[in-house]
């Protein structure tokens, strides 16, 4: 919580320099933001930062199942999809328990979209969107 801006908030309203109706809309605000904050801190990143990585963890895990069981490489293309959907499902699911609300929320098998959406809710750097991006065109090019 910031409580330096509240100390300063009150410290206006005493002075009358504001008056309580602006005062109550201002702490409002205040807290509402600072609740933002803290409540992004408990969110786990487990989900998120394994799909980050998921195009590249998708190319192995086809690796090894070609290598396995004999099947072309070019026909487990499913497994690298199916891997990011269902990662940005759970992480989609993890942000609603959380009581975040979006439109990509409910549509996270488009995955950048579902990150940049991430990033703009929780308030941070999209730095999942960048990492996936690097990883999907790495995986394109190989």
């Known amino acids: 919580m910031d409580t330096e801006a509240l100390e300063k908030l009150n410290d206006l309203k005493n002075k009358g320099a504001i008056s309580e109706e602006e005062f109550n809309n201002a702490k409002k605000e205040i807290l509402t933001s600072s609740s933002i904050e803290n409540k992004s801190k408990n969110i786990n990143s487990n989900?998120?930062?394994?799909?980050?990585?998921?195009?590249?963890?998708?190319?192995?895990?086809e690796g090894f199942i070609a290598g396995a069981t004999g099947v072309p490489f070019e026909d487990l293309w499913f497994i690298t999809l199916g891997l990011n959907i269902i990662l940005s499902y759970l992480d989609a699911r993890l942000l609603k328990n959380h009581r975040y609300e979006g439109a990509m929320l409910d549509n996270a098998w488009f995955i950048p979209g579902y990150l940049y959406e991430r990033s703009k809710l929780l308030k941070e750097p999209p730095i999942y969107l960048w990492i996936w991006l690097g990883t999907f065109f790495f995986v394109m090019l190989v």
């Open 47 to 61: 989900y998120v930062w394994a799909l980050a990585f998921a195009p590249l963890i998708g190319l192995f895990l």
